[in-house]
């Protein structure tokens, strides 16, 4: 059985899969906003909300409880497991702070030093200029404590120790990221979806190739990495914020690439880009090569590599989609 969790405004809504998909609504008002799965743990995922903290289900997405004694603030805008250290979850919130959990998500600790780092005095959310919020966390698969952040706006930033030290942007990388990914067939992969454009690093954010060839919008939101390949790369884009994530003037593209190669379209089977926002992705670990889309119009499904998507049948609440989806992610239940 395949589960999805996917979050917006209204609630978590988890999608099932056994002969038939059956949905069922969690955390209702309470805005999830960010989604993680622990690989270590069948059934064990994290929901970060606006507002109300860190929630954790053990059950795959069936009881959720409350988690995150130490974080400091309600808005928690970023979570991510560690493949690669037993235990280690990273929480980021707004405003921007990284915290650190040892034992699955009971107890946080901050990891301060990211706030000392150069770069943050000129950190600011556009929209709201006064605060910034850790948009994505993303960790190494390969080395443990490799860890990836990013600050919208203003940066996209590091830790080689499990947050004891920090590096910070460097020249040329993206400023504004929105969404991130590794590979654990491509060590030292970093892939950078942001406002800015589209960005690759070789070298663990050492330095950065912004690669655009092929895109007619520029404002990237999702990325997802084909799973047994490395080279094939899928992402939603616009023109802008304001095309990007309101429906009522939406208009939201997909495109995808192979090696160095440019990007092309990939809409065949997906709603038009008019009325459409960016989409979020999600690459199923129970179902090779298959990657999910989820926007406002459903949940889509690719297992060719973008090259064609079909909508997934499932019984959708009325308007639970309607404002657009803010993370998706899929486990093994």
Not at 17 to 32: G, H, I, M
Not at 164 to 178: A, M, Y
Not at 225 to 235: E, L, Q, S, Y
Not at 262 to 286: E, H, N, W, Y
Request: net charge neutral; aromatic share 8%; proline share 8%.
């Amino acid at each position: 059985m395949t589960a999805l969790l996917v979050a917006t405004e209204r609630a978590l809504f988890v999608a099932r899969r056994a002969t038939r998909w059956s949905v069922e609504e969690s955390l209702k008002d309470k805005s999830p906003e960010a989604l993680a799965v622990d690989p270590r743990h069948p059934g064990r995922a994290y929901a970060g909300t606006c507002g109300h903290g860190l929630w954790r289900t053990d059950d795959a997405g069936r009881t959720w409880d409350q988690v995150g004694r130490g974080i400091t603030h309600a808005e928690v805008t970023a979570v991510a497991v560690s493949p690669a250290e037993a235990g280690a979850v990273y929480a980021g919130t707004e405003p921007s702070a990284v915290f650190r959990s040892e034992n699955g998500g009971e107890t946080w600790s901050e990891l301060s030093g990211l706030r000392a780092l150069p770069s943050s005095r000129s950190w600011a959310f556009p929209p709201r200029p006064e605060t910034h919020h850790v948009r994505w966390i993303e960790t190494d698969p390969t080395v443990p404590g490799r860890v990836f952040v990013a600050i919208e706006a203003g940066a996209l930033v590091r830790t080689l120790d499990g947050g004891r030290t920090w590096l910070d942007r460097v020249r040329g990388g993206p400023i504004d990221t929105h969404a991130a990914a590794t590979h654990p067939l491509a060590p030292g992969r970093l892939y950078s979806a942001a406002g800015d454009g589209y960005f690759e690093s070789t070298d663990a954010g050492e330095s950065w190739s912004r690669r655009v060839d092929g895109l007619r919008h520029r404002y990237l939101v999702g990325v997802a990495v084909h799973p047994a390949d490395p080279d094939v790369v899928i992402v939603s884009a616009a023109s802008g914020p304001f095309v990007a994530y309101r429906p009522g003037r939406a208009e939201a593209h997909v495109y995808r690439k192979i090696g160095r190669g440019g990007f092309q379209p990939a809409m065949t089977g997906l709603p038009d880009a008019q009325g459409t926002v960016a989409s979020r992705f999600a690459v199923s670990p129970g179902e090779p090569g298959v990657i999910y889309a989820a926007n406002n119009h459903g949940i889509f499904r690719t297992d060719d590599a973008g090259k064609s998507w079909r909508a997934v049948e499932i019984p959708r609440p009325q308007h639970a989609f309607d404002r657009g989806v803010d993370a998706l992610t899929c486990l093994p239940d």
